[in-house]
DNA sequence: AAGATTATTTGACAATTATCAAATCGGCCT
DNA sequence: AGGCCGATTTGATAATTGTCAAATAATCTT
């Protein structure tokens, strides 16, 4: 539980009392490899947090899956329309290693986010840090080569390439998986 | 005041209380056409609110102005990373036309957002449309051509065309002017 | 209204990346 | 070890859009 406590205080202080009310509706899970946390056309109920393992979320598009995300590393992850707008999800969220995750229910954080003012507030800084986080992707999507996102990629996580198969990162970067291999051979 | 208040409620109710208190930090200004809301390089310290003319949100990269916002037909908008991280923005903010437009100082949002639950809830909401927005945009500019693009704003804002002069449409819209020029000209 | 400035269009060409096809590599199975 | 299957690489070609240059159109100033 510890560091998932150490992650919310990061992004905004509790009270003591909201602390322990709201780590007390956390999930643990321990889940094999390819385990299915989010099933295309369902709703997404939970917010997540990997402690150990990798995720990555992914959709379809015309025929292929389009990688939108690879969560590793103590990250909080979610469909974020899904859970939010309580609609079905076009995402799945998978496991690519035995992993252990926290999950917080929609119904828990929403409750607890009326009831505690410093929750909200938590929840909202939590949005923000994913919107600001989006822009910068959005950037990065728009204005640099595909090359440049690769070497982004490496500085950002240096280990992901060893773990997660070159096909779902060549997706992530959005490019074809020949041109992710092109560019790691240089040219 | 009445657009601002019917945008707010849309959004999230409040208290009568709240709502007042609220609405009474919001300024409002009456501003001509090229006038600057946020110039580069100082702190975005508000939250705007277009009542009535067309704003556009833009930075330069290498030598060009990137647009990356037209701001119109009573929509909030803001240098959000500088606004939250309270940065200096790379953002500029300029109105295009003569404009109404209200205000929300970080302070007042920041203490009301403290006094009231129902304050830090409509700001969280507030971000999660953003973020929601910022994903579809992404998609978009991913995955749809230059003329899909275009055919999705002339859907969303039909009037822009007539508005806004073609090279910030096509800066928002991710391609040159030529580009844009020749989709305009159906090939 | 003429001239000047700015906005938009058009043309030729180059760069990046996708697509389709095939070859090779690597690990796993029995 | 031999054989298979999926993962990755390599090759050839095409599509989309950018860049640079120039022409034309529209708007503003006086």
Redesign the pocket.
């Known amino acids: 539980m510890d560091s998932l406590q150490k992650a919310i205080e990061n992004i905004s202080p509790l009270s003591p009392g909201s602390m322990s009310s709201f780590l007390q509706v956390w999930k643990h899970w321990s889940v094999p490899k390819d385990h299915l946390l989010l099933r295309e056309h369902s709703i997404s109920d939970y917010i997540y947090f990997i402690k150990k393992g990798i995720a990555r979320i992914y959709y379809h598009k015309n025929d292929?899956e389009i990688t939108e995300w690879i969560a590793m590393d103590e990250q909080f992850f979610l469909s974020i329309s899904s859970f939010f707008e309580r609609r079905p999800s076009l995402l799945v969220i998978q496991t690519l290693e035995a992993s252990e995750v926290y999950g917080i229910h929609h119904n828990d954080l929403m409750t607890l986010a009326d009831q505690h003012h410093d929750v909200e507030r938590l929840l909202r800084k939590m949005v923000t840090t994913s919107l600001i986080l989006s822009q910068v992707r959005m950037d990065s999507i728009q204005f640099?080569?595909?090359?440049?996102?690769y070497e982004r990629l490496l500085n950002t996580s240096p280990h992901i390439i060893q773990r997660v198969?070159?096909?779902?990162?060549?997706s992530f970067l959005?490019?074809?998986?020949?041109?992710?291999?092109?560019?790691?051979?240089g040219k």
């Open positions: 292929k640099e080569t595909a090359q440049q996102r198969p070159l096909s779902y990162i060549a959005g490019v074809t998986l020949e041109t992710l291999s092109r560019i790691r051979s």
